[in-house]
């Protein structure tokens, strides 16, 4: 079945206290990319990927880290969490730009 | 940055009614492509409907389609005889088909369907 796999779903944890949300795709796809979701303020892009090694800035980059060793992964760090990126965070993937992208079923983070 | 705007927090409808969500963007590129997803409580990003800007026609899945006005830079979801399993939060979204920005998916802030029965 061709899937966008995140984990974890839930997430509670402490300021400061590194993280990382894995993503992984199996659909061989190239485009990447990293969304948070707020009240209010609809998804916003965080980082994305064009290739294995290509990543770049989204809208709001700040906090977070991203890499791109393999095709398939494309995990979002958190070096030093803070309480104001208490979101939902969704992985989303696409064979190409002008196809939809395939969403994650989501992350719950909350930093307390 | 292209931006994108929904004016309609919430809208409700009755069931087998017909209902219309807006949706404006802001944009200088001659080549995008514009979707509407579906966020229901599970919280899930479900497709709905994907327009290609360069295409006039309008694009129509089922009980969904769209009002695209390129001119005009709007791009409305009409959902006809609506069922109790529409109600959900909406986005309108655009990507990005050229330049720096390519590939880039900006969404607007979501529209909150209800359904009553």
């Known amino acids: 079945e061709a899937q966008v796999t995140q984990n974890p779903r839930y997430l509670i944890t402490v300021t400061g206290k590194k993280l990382t949300v894995t993503c992984s795709q199996n659909?061989?796809?190239?485009?990447m990319s990293w969304y948070r979701q707020d009240p209010g303020l609809g998804l916003r892009q965080i980082y994305y990927s064009m290739n294995v090694e290509v990543t770049d800035k989204g809208d709001v980059p700040e906090g977070y880290k991203v890499s791109r060793k393999e095709k398939r992964n494309f995990p979002l760090i958190l070096e030093s969490p803070s309480p104001n990126q208490t979101s939902l965070y969704f992985c989303?993937?696409?064979?190409?730009?002008?196809?939809?992208?395939?969403f994650g079923d989501g992350t719950r983070l909350s930093i307390l | 940055a292209q931006t994108v705007t929904q004016s309609q927090p919430e809208m409700s409808v009755q069931e087998a009614e017909t209902v219309t969500l807006s949706c404006t963007y802001d944009?200088?590129?001659?080549?995008?492509?514009l979707f509407w997803y579906k966020q229901p409580p599970s919280r899930q990003m479900i497709l709905v409907i994907r327009q290609e800007a360069y295409k006039q026609q309008n694009a129509t899945e089922n009980r969904f389609s769209v009002n695209f006005q390129k001119a005009a830079k709007s791009f409305s979801l009409k959902i006809s005889d609506s069922q109790l399993g529409d109600a959900a939060m909406y986005f309108c979204a655009y990507r990005s088909a050229v330049g720096s920005t390519l590939g880039r998916l900006y969404f607007g802030r979501g529209t909150q369907l209800t359904v009553w029965p």
């Open positions: 659909m061989n796809h190239e485009y």
């Open positions: 989303a993937s696409s064979s190409f730009f002008n196809q939809p992208q395939h």
């Open positions: 944009t200088s590129e001659s080549d995008y492509y």
